[in-house]
């Protein structure tokens, strides 16, 4: 019999892109959508992908236990991915409280379904880079403390500590990926690389002047999410559940990833950016740097796509939305692999 997958957030960039992987090898993949009134709208990157019609969806909410408990008994998943979250770090100042909600303690519920319905399912926990915020050390690593700037990554923080405690404490096969940022042609407008992209392809193409942004002297370290849903399932792999740092383990200010952008489409950059005071956070993570060196030894994981590849992917990408119409932007994109 075909494993079965379950994964929240699978309309997602992360959802998506390991649904089609993990499809790729063979699995029963099921996923769990909140309802929505905007039909249509929330499987969008499943079709842009071309895989809608493979997964099996499962309408549910992370805030609500007896639905997780059910879904799970129902579908006896051989691994849970839980992606699901309110994981806009802007939107979680003006939202605190859904973000601890959606982010936080949905992790317990979903832990709790799995320990009451099907103890033995993997899990995954997606965890994440926000949590080191005011860094303690200049790389990354598993053994970094935590100093979490927003509320979104105080949720996670806490996210990452339950799904820590259950595998103590329940002895089940729960690991925790600590994702620096990971991006794609499938991500989010309110992401910056995404809002770049799109921006500088909005201008390109004459349908805009400047591109507005905040702190572009903020470094990051970025991979695509393409190599990063890899990094999650080898964890589901393992013998003993772990957590793992997943990143490049290189750095780079959002003024230069902003440059690679403009300088693909032949423009020059500082005749279109805009910086606006209003679009910085209360509170700024300056640097984040991984340390990616245990899941290189453990898993054999590595990143493959550059920075620039990727930036190049996600602009010919957005060109290609903004020079179609809406109904052609919704069919199966096709994917520029380096």
């Known amino acids: 019999m075909a494993r079965r997958a379950l ?49 099996l969806i499962h309408d549910s909410n992370l805030s609500d236990l007896s639905s997780l408990i059910r879904i799970v008994s129902e579908v006896q998943p051989d691994e849970l991915y839980n992606l699901a979250a309110q994981s806009f770090v802007a939107t979680s100042w003006r939202q605190p409280i859904l973000t601890g909600n959606i982010t936080a303690i949905a992790v317990t519920n979903v832990l709790e379904a799995i320990r009451i319905a099907k103890p033995d ?37 806490y996210g990452h500590w339950i799904t820590v405690n259950y595998r103590e404490s329940f002895g089940m096969h729960a690991s925790s990926g600590i994702l620096f940022n990971h ?76 440059r690679i952008a403009f300088d693909h489409v032949g423009l020059a950059m500082e005749d279109h950016l805009v910086i606006d005071p209003e679009l910085f956070r209360p509170s700024e993570v300056d640097v984040l740097l991984g340390e990616p060196a245990k899941a290189n030894a453990k898993l054999g994981w590595a990143a493959e796509t550059s920075l620039r590849e990727m930036i190049v992917e996600m602009v010919e990408a957005d060109l290609a939305r903004q020079s179609q119409p809406r109904a052609v932007t919704e069919q199966p994109m096709p994917e520029i692999h380096p």
């Open 183 to 258: 991006e794609s042609p499938l991500r989010g407008i309110e992401f910056v690389t995404r809002k770049v992209t799109d921006g500088v392809a909005r201008i390109k193409l004459g349908h805009a002047k400047e591109l507005r942004l905040g702190n572009i002297d903020a470094k990051r370290d970025w991979g695509h999410a393409r190599d990063y849903v890899k990094a999650m399932w080898m964890m589901l792999q393992q013998d003993a559940a772990d957590d793992y740092v997943v990143a490049t383990g290189v750095t780079t200010t959002v003024r230069d990833m902003c």
């Open 7 to 55: 994964i929240t957030g699978i309309t997602g960039q992360d959802g998506a892109y390991l649904a089609r992987l993990l499809l790729s090898k063979g699995y029963e993949v099921h996923g769990i959508v909140r309802r929505s009134s905007h039909l249509g709208v929330a499987d969008h990157r499943l079709r842009w992908l071309g895989i809608e019609r493979d997964v």
């Open 121 to 157: 399912t993997r899990f995954y926990q997606a965890s994440s880079s926000e949590m080191y915020g005011m860094i303690q050390q200049e790389r990354q690593s598993e053994k970094t403390p935590f100093y979490p700037r927003s509320p979104y990554a105080v949720a996670k923080l």
